[in-house]
């Protein structure tokens, strides 16, 4: 039963504000979807809501109030934005001394002000979760393939480095191969970073004809959870695959999986595990 009686999706760019739509459309549980144009996937305007640039917050939030929401979620991508060049509204205008303290400390700092200003005008904030509770990544390994010994000891490895990296704002995604720390992911996103393992000397890192190495991606220790779980989709899969690596491994209920079905489909294609590991795993090993 849900704990709110009509739900504002604020839908940034990717496929997982889709995923999110159709199942609230599938379970007709009340809904609005906040599109952040031009960001969101042109899918979302087949839903009941209405877009807005990323600068006018004040008007998207009286677009939700109108609509009768009393809960938001924020989901999607949304890339740092240059301030000069948005377009604020009133409203926007008055939350900027907020967003800007918060802008040098880091991007969770930022989505945390983000957050507070929705609360501040009566929205409660949850997290996507809780509204479609199967996008949380399950423990275990999820298709046919399972890492083995060697790979398990190169995803503990990398989630303790994505620990360390991400208690500093850094990042999700580590790229271990072998015990070597191949990448850390920063502002370039996981796509890029997983180009980049790609281009690396062949010594250090796998190929498609002989598979090497993992990417792990956890939450920041730092991390306001109800928004920006790391996120994998068959994409994640396929970039990961043409990297050389062997595996993608998550956090188990600390990521979200857009198309859970077609990531297994696509991994077991490739002949790679994506696996679910538990904090307690990773720090035992």
């Not at 620990?163 to 999700?172: E, L, M, N, R, T």
């Not at 191949?182 to 370039?188: I, N």
């Not at 281009?199 to 498609?208: H, S």
Request: aromatic letters at 4%; one cysteine or more; a negative charge.
């Amino acid at each position: 039963m849900a704990s709110w009686s009509k739900l504002g999706v604020i839908a940034g760019g990717g496929e997982l504000p889709v995923v999110l739509a159709e199942h609230l459309a599938a379970s007709a549980q009340p809904y609005f979807i906040a599109r952040i144009t031009p960001m969101a996937d042109s899918a979302l305007e087949s839903h009941p809501g209405a877009g807005h640039g990323l600068g006018a917050m004040g008007a998207r939030m009286q677009a939700m109030r109108g609509a009768g929401c009393d809960a938001v979620v924020l989901i999607g991508q949304v890339a740092r934005p240059d301030i000069a060049t948005l377009e604020f509204d009133e409203a926007a205008r008055a939350m900027l001394p907020a967003l800007l303290a918060a802008m040098p400390q880091g991007d969770d700092a930022l989505l945390r002000a983000v957050l507070a200003e929705h609360e501040r005008v009566g929205f409660r904030v949850i997290g996507v979760e809780e509204a479609m509770a199967d996008l949380l990544a399950p423990a275990g390994a999820w298709g046919e393939v399972k890492p083995t010994p060697a790979l398990i000891k190169d995803i503990a490895k990398a989630a303790k480095v994505a620990a360390v990296s991400g208690a500093f704002d850094i990042g999700q995604g580590v790229v271990v191969c072998d015990g070597l720390v191949l990448a850390v992911e920063a502002q370039e996103g996981t796509d890029a970073m997983l180009r980049r393992v790609g281009e690396l000397p062949l010594p250090v890192r796998g190929t498609p004809a002989h598979r090497r190495g993992v990417l792990v991606k956890r939450p920041k220790p730092i991390q306001e959870r109800r928004v920006d779980l790391p996120t994998v989709g068959v994409r994640t899969i396929e970039t990961a695959a043409a990297a050389g690596l062997a595996g993608v491994a998550v956090e188990a209920r600390g990521a979200l999986t857009v198309r859970r079905e077609a990531i297994v489909t696509a991994a077991n294609a490739a002949g790679m595990f994506v696996y679910g590991f538990t904090p307690e795993e990773v720090d035992e090993t």
